[in-house]
């Protein structure tokens, strides 16, 4: 230990004896400097950025130097138990208090605590506010055995965002009673509205601010018009991540357990999760997804808040989400372990319909109404773009980039068309319409009338004798919807309604008078994946992170058959004990010795001492 606060760079010392990684991971240094010293942070960082090191190495520092213990606040109960279980595997004394616990159980935490030996305890904010909490740790305060407040997803302070929690805004008694305390507010959630109340709620209006990169260059992003999801969905899944962990987003109760049902049947092992179901078939389901491997999640928005599990291979989304935030936010579930991952959706015109409808319908005031509206425009906007995805994404984040070569646009750039004369046809069948009566309709008829189609509507309402009447016979469905689809996203059309009816704004005038450009992305008609998909993996068997030779990947599944019987006697997901990218590297490297095994990342010193040995034999014999 000494050795340890005599280095010259202790938190690269921490990360490396106690995590086993070689290099903090973009502004990880910073913050852990600072906060390590006791200033006050607020961090914005993406999900799967590294959060949590930022606050265990200070804390494990600060606790080494004889500070105490952190207090990490966490609203998810189910995750304590994991995150203590992975700290335990790193050897740091941490552990939670939450109603799961016994009676006894809870007081030899508190024990524990009291005793000045834990270096993390995390706890729910309600548990953290009861008389009996607050009076251990004004003890601890007075023995100087208080040293930090972790306040994790501090967003749910805010009722801007979409996480709001009552018992959050209660947090500002912490610094009012321990204002000598530290305090590290971490989320990823960026915009600047959730960002300010934070601050203002949690009185960090003197803290250091970190805004690190949002760029998760590993995730592929790609959004493909819908055109058969399922079909897409399941050539997706086959193609590209046969036996592979990950999650499928849907917006409804229903559509989950029925996109659960069906992929079950067609060989794809998945679970649903919604807020519907049982207490107790939502932590069982949530349980296998963690601690099995290659299981699908088919889950509503209310899976996936502090799902920490690092090998989540993909995130699909059969519907659209409700801005960009939620998107960023529910992809980066996606590749926590650096290695490759993908984010993929699937939507239509009938998603952003129904996205409008939602809002339209919604409680809230004008002014909330006009903020959604604008945030699902930038989102349709992003879905349309015929340019770098990462661009756009980090854009909206305030970032500028350049083409990542990693989104489907870049990857293989989209044919576009020159829309603009089509646009002022399809606004000006609708201006038609309207003058017949003040009637509207929806893209269903729009679009018979406009390619000519002698349907019984078209009959009854007289449409044929229209001039617009099967001008746009030429050009195909697809493109048209991707016509309407782009007219509503830049607000020259709205949609409204339960049938989604179209309505001209002021806007539209522009388009009309061609003072618009449009130019779009050519549907896609064949399956465009399979030319950017990668090498093909054999089988169901989940292939290895890394391309290995035949030697080694048999190395990588002895690996794994031992990681899962270790998981398994200690009660907790495979990943704890080791991701696969170091069983990966271990059977790629193939360390002879412990002082080689040290060297691999993810092997930090407790690891090795406990499982070393078992390791190289298990090298050994080869597998
Ligand atoms: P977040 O809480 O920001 O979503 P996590 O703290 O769960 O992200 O970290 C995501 C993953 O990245 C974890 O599996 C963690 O072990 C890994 N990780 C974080 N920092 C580093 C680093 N400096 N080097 C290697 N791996 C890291
Ligand atoms: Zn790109």
């Known amino acids: 230990m000494a050795a340890v606060l005599n280095s010259p760079d202790p938190p690269l010392q921490v990360l490396h004896e106690v995590f086993g990684y070689g290099s903090f991971r973009g502004a990880q240094g910073e913050i852990v400097d600072h906060v390590a010293a006791g200033g006050d942070a607020l961090v914005l960082m993406p999900t799967g950025g590294g959060k949590s090191l930022c606050y265990q190495v200070p804390a494990i520092l600060r606790h080494r ?7 990490v606040v966490s609203p998810l109960i189910a995750l304590m138990q994991d995150q203590v279980g992975a700290l335990d595997e790193l050897g740091v004394p941490a552990a939670f208090l ?148 990950g999650i499928v987003y849907c917006q409804s109760r229903k559509k989950v357990e029925e996109t659960a049902t069906w992929l079950s049947a067609e060989g794809i092992p998945a679970l649903p999760y919604h807020a519907g179901l049982d207490a107790d078939v939502r932590r069982r389901h949530q349980d ?84 959604q509206r604008s945030k699902l425009d930038a989102l349709l906007a992003l879905a349309e773009a015929h340019d770098c995805r990462r661009v756009r994404l980090l854009a909206y984040f305030g970032e500028a980039s350049e083409p990542c070569g990693n989104c489907d646009n870049c990857l293989v750039p989209p044919a576009t068309w020159d829309a603009t004369e089509a646009a002022r046809k399809a606004l000006s069948c609708i201006y038609r319409f309207h003058q017949q009566g ?11 009338v406009l390619r000519g189609k002698a349907t019984d509507k078209v009959a009854q309402y007289g449409h044929a004798k229209l001039s617009t009447f099967g001008i746009g016979a030429d050009i195909s469905e697809a493109q048209w919807r991707g016509v309407l689809r782009q007219l509503i996203a830049l607000g020259h059309l709205r949609a409204e309604g339960e049938y989604g009816t179209l309505e001209l ?45 035949d030697e080694a990947t048999a190395r990588f599944a002895a690996l794994k058959a031992w990681r899962a019987e270790v998981a398994r006697e200690h009660n907790l997901p495979a990943y704890v004990v080791f991701h696969d990218a170091t069983l990966a590297e271990m059977a790629r490297a193939l360390p002879a010795t412990l002082d080689d095994l040290a060297g691999i990342s993810g092997v930090g010193a407790k690891k090795l001492e406990a499982y070393g040995r078992e390791i190289l034999r298990v090298l050994e014999s080869g597998g």
Request: charged share 30%; hydrophobic share 40%; net charge negative.
């Open 65 to 71: 130097a004889g500070r105490g213990v952190t207090v």
């Open 98 to 245: 939450n109603s799961t616990l016994e009676g006894d159980e809870a007081r030899r935490v508190e024990r524990d605590l009291m005793s000045g030996k834990l270096v993390l305890l995390y706890a729910a904010p309600e548990r953290i506010l009861t008389p009996r909490f607050l009076a251990m740790m004004e003890s601890l305060s007075e023995r100087g055995l208080l040293s930090l407040f972790a306040i994790d997803e501090a967003h749910c302070v805010s009722q801007w965002g979409h996480d709001f929690r009552e018992e959050y805004l209660g947090l500002s008694a912490l610094h009012e009673r321990f204002p000598q305390v530290p305090r590290l507010a971490l989320t990823a959630t960026a915009d600047d509205h959730t960002r300010a109340d934070i601050v203002e709620r949690l009185q960090l209006g003197e803290a250091r601010l970190f805004v690190a990169s949002f760029d998760r260059p590993n995730i592929r992003y790609a959004i493909v018009e819908k055109d058969e999801p399922r079909k897409q969905l399941l050539r997706f899944l086959r193609d590209e991540h046969e036996g592979d962990a």
């Open 288 to 371: 296998r997804f963690l601690r099995e491997e290659g299981l699908v999640m088919v889950a509503t928005i209310a899976f996936g808040m502090g799902i920490d599990k690092p090998d989540v291979r993909f995130v699909a989304h059969l519907d659209l989400p409700k801005n960009i935030e939620a998107y960023y936010q529910e992809t980066g579930r996606a590749g926590r372990d650096g290695l490759p991952a993908d984010a993929w959706m699937a939507y239509g015109l009938a998603d952003v319909v129904n996205q409008r409808r939602m809002i339209d319908e919604g409680e809230a005031g004008e002014d909330f109404k006009r903020l």
């Open 438 to 448: 003040g009637l509207r309709f929806g893209a269903g008829h729009l679009l018979d």
């Open 505 to 549: 704004t002021p806007t539209a005038r522009e388009v009309l008078r061609g003072e618009v450009q449009l130019l779009l992305r050519v549907p896609a008609e064949a399956p465009r994946r399979g030319r950017i998909a990668r090498a093909a993996k054999p089988g169901r068997e989940k292939a290895p992170p890394l391309p290995l030779d």
